[in-house]
């Protein structure tokens, strides 16, 4: 195993317009390549630039969270296949620029013909997709893609169940990456999850307001790199127009695009939302495995007591199999029938307590 020379790592923050058919998408994909051509470029004076992450709904936008559209409806007219002609497009990209490029796409689920997931990959410089995660959680309540939990009996049959299966990481010769899909990396379990099959740069790809500003997307990634000794490099969207011919744009996600090292170091940030931008920093990969591997205290999880653990997740919260067998529901009926339930089964257990005027 050759030494990995120190690189930059590129986080794009692109404006998006939300698709209304799965042709937009290509509006999307040309505006994607002016604003690598850029970052690429202007990073590349410090550094090679040997990573490129673009965040969540950089191709699609978020028309069937927005809209409330019907599941079956969004699959078939802006869901995407992996590999097809959007992810070829990209390809060229990472070969163009040299770069391994993060993304992300809502995808025709293979195994259905009526669902779609929520999937994040990773392009070689030589084109090739070498890896692949479906989101583990979409954002709930709003957020109606598929998880693998939601079909858990079908994914563990037809996937497994092991870390492998659930969360994926990918060897390159930059290091081992493995992506956290927006909201994931709110639930420190999914990051650890990653950081236990061994990933050393963690791309956790957008979340959106109110997020930004209360600092919550601030903390977590923080915290997620210094939790797991590890790089997060955390891009978040620009500029984003409902709708390709919407003519007033929102700063829906309000920018904090960031680098964080492993002790929890911001090495970069933009704090500005909207319009175009990028922010960029050295990946150390040498530097994190001889942290990794000298330190006698801040690699934390060589300390973890799995034992003491396990009963923390000896009953069910969540729901699995909730789309198994039916379709992802509109707003209204899941706040009815997933949030209300979750919520009186946390006080059923005694885990929340009520207000004082419910009790």
């Not at 680098?259 to 909207?274: N, P, S, T, W």
Request: proline share 7%; charged share 25%; hydrophobic share 35%.
């Amino acid at each position: 195993m050759s030494k990995i020379p120190t690189y930059n790592a590129v986080g794009l923050s692109p404006t998006v317009w939300g698709a209304e058919e799965r042709s937009d998408i290509e509006k999307n994909l040309d505006h994607i390549h002016e604003a690598l051509s850029a970052a690429t470029w202007l990073s590349g004076l410090e550094l090679p630039v040997k990573l490129a992450v673009l965040p969540e709904g950089a191709l699609q936008g978020f028309t069937d969270e927005v809209r409330d559209m019907d599941h079956a409806t969004y699959r078939e007219e802006i869901a995407i296949d992996i590999p097809g002609p959007e992810t070829d497009t990209l390809a060229e990209y990472a070969k163009e620029f040299e770069v391994y490029l993060v993304a992300s796409a809502k995808e025709k689920a293979p195994e259905y013909d009526e669902k779609f997931y929520n999937t994040a990959f990773v392009i070689s410089p030589d084109g090739e997709i070498v890896h692949t995660h479906r989101k583990v959680t979409p954002l709930l309540p709003v957020e109606r893609s598929v998880s693998p939990h939601d079909v858990w009996d079908d994914w563990t049959e037809t996937h497994g169940d092991d870390l492998d299966d659930i969360f994926p990481v990918v060897d390159t010769d930059i290091g081992r990456i493995g992506i956290s899909l927006a909201i994931e990396g709110a639930y420190p379990e999914y990051v650890r999850g990653l950081a236990m099959n061994g990933a050393e740069v963690i791309c956790r790809i957008a979340c959106p307001e109110p997020l930004v500003a209360n600092d919550s997307w601030e903390i977590q990634n923080r915290a997620r790199a210094l939790d797991n000794t590890c790089y997060v490099v955390a891009p978040n969207l620009g500029t984003y127009y409902v709708s390709p011919d919407a003519e007033t744009p929102v700063d829906t996600f309000g920018g904090g695009s960031m680098v964080v090292d492993h002790r929890g170091q911001i090495l970069a940030e933009h704090d500005y939302g909207a319009g175009s931008s990028y922010c960029a920093a050295p990946i150390d990969v040498e530097g994190l495995r001889e942290h990794r591997t000298q330190s006698p205290l801040t690699n934390w999880i060589k300390d973890l007591r799995t034992e003491l653990i396990q009963p923390i997740y000896d009953r069910e919260i969540y729901p699995k199999n909730l789309w198994l067998d039916r379709q992802p529901v509109d707003h209204e009926t899941y706040a009815e029938e997933v949030t209300e339930r979750q919520i009186e089964k946390m006080v059923e257990e005694d885990i929340f307590v009520p207000p004082y005027d419910e009790r």
